[in-house]
Each structure stands twice: as structure tokens, then as C-alpha cells.
């Protein structure tokens, strides 16, 4: 079975620019969930989303972060302008049922 | 509202000893808990969980973890460590169906 899928791996970026992050979750699984983790701290929920609608955004800084899961499917992740403190790993996980998520293997975003 | 506070930022253990990894939480309500582990540069894979029944609870590589709720703790244990189990530990709770709240992570490095 395929895992969570996540790119790209790696990005680099200056401050006030944006940037695009894309997970495909294993195949079936309705909710997807998008996560920031900071240098030496635990995953932060960002978003949750049951199928293509949102079930939890109350930690999303929604004036520059922004996600969409058209069809339910895959989900992009967006960050428009940046700011040095959104340096992180952001990790997207998908769950078939409650409580179990499968993580992918994040993508670490540096702005300079 | 829920929090995991993990003590120990950092555990050193040589090879073949057993090791203890400490997490405690606080809840208004009943969670589920979980341990996860992450690789460098690798997303997170979960050893085990607690959902209900029996408080000792195995999981992957060899580790376990018990459940005492009068002392609201889930300290993940495994007899005879190996190089291999050097990473980053998480210990989670969720309230319900829906995110999982992280404690800020123990370092794990087996000596050889």
C-alpha cells in the first residue's frame, strides 16, 4: 500500500514570497490533515479536512495560510507572504477512521 | 482543553539497556494516546496506541507502554534497546475522532 505522499521535500525561500506545499493521501481515506512543526517542538495541527470539507481550521493564521482538498482527493497547502517564524516541517497525514493517521514525510520549508 | 508534557528532552541509554520514555497528560474529557516515532528526515510512524481495555499495550520494535490513569501517564518502555531505536519520540492524545495534540518530543540516542 502506498504511503502519504508529500512534495516538495525540501524548499527554500525569501521572506514576503509564496510558497505551495501538495499531499496525496493513501488511497481511501477521508480525512487529511496538515500539520506544522517547528525545530524542537511536537507537530501543531494546522487543518483537518473530512473529505473536501473542513472540519477544524481554528489554528490556521488564515491571513496567509490557506488550504483547499478539491474532489477529496489531494490537498494543496499554501503560504502567501511568508514570514521567517514559517520555517518548519510541515507534515501531512490521512486517516481512514478515527484516530489512527498515517504521516508522510513532511516538507521542510526554510525562509530566509 | 488537552496537553502532553513530555519531561525529558532528551534520553542517552547505551546499547542493549532497557530505557523508560516519560509522557504525562492532562484532559477534561477521556483520550486515546499514542507514541510515535520519527526518523531523521522521515515522517511519523506510530508504535503503538491506547484506545480502551488492557493498560498495557505493545507495539512495534519491541516497545510497549502502560496506561495508569490516576496518574495520567503513558510511559513507553522497551527492555533492550538497539542502535537502531535512536530517533525522535512523540508521545499524542486525542479527545476523540479528531487531532491529536503532541507533547514536544524526547531524543532518543542509543551508545554503542
Known amino acids: 500500500e502506498a504511503g502519504v505522499a508529500q512534495s516538495p521535500r525540501y524548499k527554500i525561500i525569501e521572506k514576503r514570497q509564496s510558497v505551495a506545499f501538495w499531499c496525496n493521501p493513501i488511497?481511501?481515506?477521508?480525512?487529511l490533515y496538515w500539520y506544522q512543526q517547528i525545530l524542537g517542538q511536537g507537530p501543531k495541527l494546522l487543518i483537518q479536512?473530512?473529505?473536501?470539507?473542513?472540519?477544524?481550521d481554528s489554528q490556521l493564521p488564515k491571513d496567509r495560510f490557506s488550504a483547499e482538498r478539491l474532489k477529496g482527493v489531494d490537498s494543496t497547502l499554501k503560504i502567501q507572504p511568508a514570514k521567517l517564524e514559517d520555517s518548519a516541517v510541515y507534515l501531512c497525514?490521512?486517516?481512514?477512521?478515527?484516530?489512527?493517521?498515517?504521516f508522510g514525510p513532511g516538507t521542510r520549508l526554510t525562509v530566509l | 482543553a488537552q496537553s502532553v508534557t513530555q519531561l525529558d528532552s532528551q534520553v542517552p541509554v547505551f546499547e542493549e539497556a532497557p530505557v523508560e520514555l516519560r509522557c504525562n497528560y492532562s484532559?477534561?474529557?477521556?483520550?486515546?494516546l499514542f507514541w510515535y516515532v520519527q526518523y531523521p528526515n522521515q515522517g511519523l510512524q506510530l508504535l503503538l496506541k491506547?484506545?480502551?481495555?488492557?493498560?498495557l499495550v505493545k507495539g512495534i520494535n519491541g516497545f510497549e507502554a502502560e496506561f495508569n490513569k490516576s496518574q495520567t501517564s503513558f510511559h513507553l518502555r522497551k527492555p533492550s534497546v538497539h542502535i537502531s531505536d535512536t530517533a525522535e519520540y512523540f508521545c499524542?492524545?486525542?479527545?476523540?475522532?479528531?487531532?491529536?495534540?503532541f507533547g514536544t518530543g524526547t531524543r532518543l540516542t542509543v551508545i554503542p
Open positions: 497525514a490521512s486517516s481512514p477512521a478515527h484516530n489512527e493517521q498515517f
Open positions: 484532559s477534561s474529557v477521556s483520550v486515546y
Open positions: 491506547y484506545l480502551s481495555g488492557s493498560t
Open positions: 499524542a492524545v486525542s479527545p476523540g475522532a479528531n487531532n491529536l495534540f
Open positions: 479536512f473530512q473529505n473536501n470539507g473542513v472540519v477544524d
Open positions: 488511497s481511501g481515506h477521508a480525512t
